[in-house]
């Protein structure tokens, strides 16, 4: 299991992840990408789900037409941890091409 980042290195990331927020009620961290259209945004979803099975982290989103609303945290850890922080830099990569 993955422990906890510490809120240093929480804000840190914060920092160069452009877009993110902090959700200290809900111990996760949210960003909201909006794409051209439905397609893109579901072709964004798609390459991000396969990653996230990959890591066995799974995120918690929802897609409204050309918007995705993301949120990340583990659960079993209570919180943000560095899996999060991985699938959201995939999810930035994968925003930019």
Same mark, same amino acid.
């Given at each position: 299991?993955?422990?906890?980042?510490?809120?240093?290195?929480?804000?840190?990331?914060?920092? =160069? #992840?452009?877009?993110?927020?902090?959700?200290?009620?809900?111990?996760?961290?949210? +960003?909201?990408?909006?794409?051209?259209? %439905? +397609?893109?945004? %579901?072709?964004?979803?798609?390459?991000?789900? #396969?990653?996230?099975?990959?890591?066995? =982290? =799974?995120?918690?989103?929802?897609?409204?037409?050309?918007?995705?609303?993301?949120?990340?945290?583990? =659960?079993?850890?209570?919180?943000?941890?560095?899996?999060?922080?991985? #699938?959201?830099?995939?999810?930035?990569?994968? %925003?930019?091409?």
């Amino acid at each position: 299991m993955a422990n906890i980042i510490s809120d240093e290195r929480r804000q840190n990331a914060l920092g =160069h #992840l452009r877009g993110w927020m902090d959700d200290v009620p809900n111990k996760a961290i949210v +960003k909201t990408f909006q794409f051209s259209d %439905f +397609k893109a945004a %579901f072709a964004w979803m798609t390459q991000v789900a #396969l990653r996230a099975e990959q890591m066995n =982290h =799974h995120p918690e989103w929802s897609n409204v037409y050309n918007k995705v609303t993301v949120k990340l945290t583990t =659960h079993d850890a209570g919180g943000v941890t560095s899996l999060d922080l991985e #699938l959201a830099d995939y999810m930035e990569e994968a %925003f930019a091409t």
